[in-house]
């Protein structure tokens, strides 16, 4: 008797990469994409990597592919932004052994920066994308995707949401295909894409849509479920669940791949039903397709292209339910504020002080851009920071950025703002970056990367020095490290290298507070006779202090890990372990 198992949608396609007989798995974290790789790892027959970006991953995953194995590669939306260089051309290579990426959608945005839809992406790129609706699908369409790739020569994206990636349902668990590496054999009209090659595979990937969208039909993930004909539903993925819920006894044609689409299919199952909806989260993608070709439907008219889709925004949508059903519930507010001995904040503090700007980027320094620190003026994208200081100074000279530093995680560093900082001193820029060295990658739960020292399986590897990369790498000549807590070290430093008419660099060290091996200190407290009430250790905006109504301050000991901060402001001794 086969095992069952509860299991997030996330680690639910892990365990589809091991059913499928994935021998190399690449990924850079991202929310909500990062568990798949988390659980990949626990599979020995795997090798995962953390890589240092997603165009990286999705490069490894091709070698994989190109060497006969099938390769899985994982990132959240806006990584298959970073991964889209290859992942264009290698729909004209397409694969030897099976090739998925799997991209991560944020309805939403609870952890993104937008809220693009990668089916949009892969439409242009002309590769298949498979939408699963519950953990159950996502593990078995996860092994449908390596079977569809190989027989259609084409890499597969299966495209998840934030909410099914961190749902959970029963999936059953079963053997591990091991599948026979494909020899390699040298092609290079198919695997060296330059244009004489390229003009040629260019009909291939034509005809090889065209072939799939008439062979949908027949697909396992596609299926009509026919009931009351009064109202017709083409849905996908999550959606699928709230259609089922709001509306029982609608016919509904469930599409399991969204691109290309089943036309016959589509049209068979529009003349069946008096009413035709399409019910999709983001872009019109299948709705603008399906009116295209000339078939009667209902869709973004009546629902929104914003955010997540519920059972009760269908039901009043199409069956005109009574009453804002769509409203949330009302909760306190809770703004996002950097935890308690975050170094992040120390540092924030110290620009705050000398009344500089930052031009930030993807992390958790973005909390420095709200109160009660408020020094991070911008954030765009991985890696941006650097390259935005350096595009200020280029368009409003030295004077523009003489009160501007950029600011980047060492975990964004690695990703891409290496590059950048290459840039600015290739093109002899001006300007200080402040690396934010915490030792981990923060903000999506503490994956290692190339400048902690240890690899995804755990193994202790030689780190990146970032010093000797900034200094000796790419000669950067005014290179300087210091601990986030030596608030007056940390000062002088941003204070001179700010007015230096050069490219600097200080590298800001202090670990991340919630680290397993940083073990927090003796928490503080006030000492309410030496104590004036000023208000200056509350400035930083630490969580565990507080004024009570009374006027006097009090500190939270099961919040304080002991960073000492608040002891270096305070100038009357009231604050004492």
């Known amino acids: 008797m086969s095992e069952k198992k509860l299991m997030l949608g996330n680690e639910a396609i892990a365990r589809g990469a091991y059913e499928a007989g994935v021998k190399v798995s690449a ?22 990597e953390w890589s240092p970006n997603e165009k990286v991953a999705m490069e490894v995953a091709i070698g994989a592919s190109m060497a006969g194995s099938r390769a899985l590669v994982s990132m959240k939306h806006v990584g298959v932004n970073v ?7 290698v729909s004209y290579i397409g ?29 242009a790129a002309h590769i298949p994308v498979i939408e699963p609706s519950d953990s159950s699908e996502a593990k078995e369409f996860v092994k449908f995707a390596f079977d569809l790739s190989e027989k259609y020569d084409t890499p597969v994206m299966l495209r998840t949401t934030t909410r099914l990636s961190h749902s959970q349902g029963i999936v059953e668990l079963e053997e591990r295909f ?13 695997n060296v894409m330059m244009p004489g090659n390229a003009i040629k595979r260019h009909p291939v990937v034509e005809a090889r849509e065209k072939q799939m969208a008439i062979d949908g039909e027949d697909f396992p993930v596609n299926r009509i479920e ?58 019109p993608i299948i709705e603008e397709q399906v009116k295209s070709w000339g078939i009667e439907c209902t869709g973004k008219e009546i629902l929104t292209i914003q955010g997540e889709y519920s059972a009760n925004m269908l039901r009043k949508a199409i069956l005109g339910a009574e009453g804002d059903l769509t409203a949330p519930a009302q909760v306190p507010m809770r703004p996002p504020i950097l935890c308690p001995g975050c170094p992040h904040r120390a540092t924030f503090y110290a620009l705050k002080k000398l009344g500089l700007h930052a031009a930030g980027d993807i992390g958790c320094y973005t909390l420095g851009a709200v109160a009660p620190l408020g020094v991070v003026d911008t954030t765009v994208c991985m890696g941006s920071s650097i390259s935005t200081l350096h595009g200020m100074e280029k368009a409003g000279g030295r004077e523009f950025i003489k009160d501007w530093v950029a600011v980047i995680g060492d975990s964004t560093f690695m990703h891409t703002g290496v590059n950048s900082l290459i840039n600015m001193f290739y093109n002899q820029g001006t300007g200080t ?31 990146v020095d970032l010093y000797k990369l900034c200094h000796d ?36 060290q202090a670990p991340c507070a919630l680290l397993k091996s940083n073990k927090p200190k003796p928490a503080f407290k006030i000492d309410t006779e030496k104590c004036v009430r000023c208000g200056m ?31 270096g402001l305070c100038k009357k001794g009231a604050i004492v372990r």
């Open 537 to 567: 250790c509350m400035k930083p905006g630490c969580p565990a202090i507080t004024r009570k109504p009374d006027g006097a301050i009090a500190i939270d000991a099961t919040l304080c890990n002991g960073c000492g901060l608040c002891e």
């Open 83 to 89: 991964a889209s260089d290859p992942l264009y051309t």
């Open 27 to 48: 990924a850079y974290p991202g929310t909500p994409s990062t568990e798949i790789s988390e659980n990949i790892v626990k599979y020995d027959e795997i090798y995962a």
């Open 178 to 190: 091991e599948p026979i590496d494909i020899p390699y054999e040298k092609n290079i009209a198919k």
């Open 433 to 463: 970056v402040l690396i934010l060295d915490n030792s981990t990658t923060g903000m999506t739960g503490h994956q290692d990367h190339a400048a902690t020292g240890k690899t995804l399986k755990g193994e202790t590897v030689l780190a």
């Open 95 to 123: 694969v030897t052994g099976g090739l998925v990426l799997v991209a991560a959608d944020d309805p939403g945005m609870y952890s993104s920066q937008n809220e693009q839809d990668s089916r949009a992406v892969a439409r």
């Open 473 to 508: 790498g790419i000669g950067i000549e005014n290179t300087r490290i210091v601990s986030a807590f030596d608030s007056e070290a940390l000062t002088a430093a941003i204070k001179e290298e700010v007015a230096r008419e050069k490219v600097s660099v200080i590298i800001v």
């Open 226 to 283: 026919m009931a009351d004909k009064s109202i017709g539903v083409i849905t996908s993925g999550i959606p699928y669940q709230y259609v089922k819920e709001a509306l029982p006894n609608a016919s509904v044609l469930k599409l399991g791949v969204v691109n290309p689409l089943p036309r016959k299919m589509i049209e068979k199952f529009a003349k069946e039903v008096d009413k035709l909806y399409i019910i999709e989260e983001l872009d």
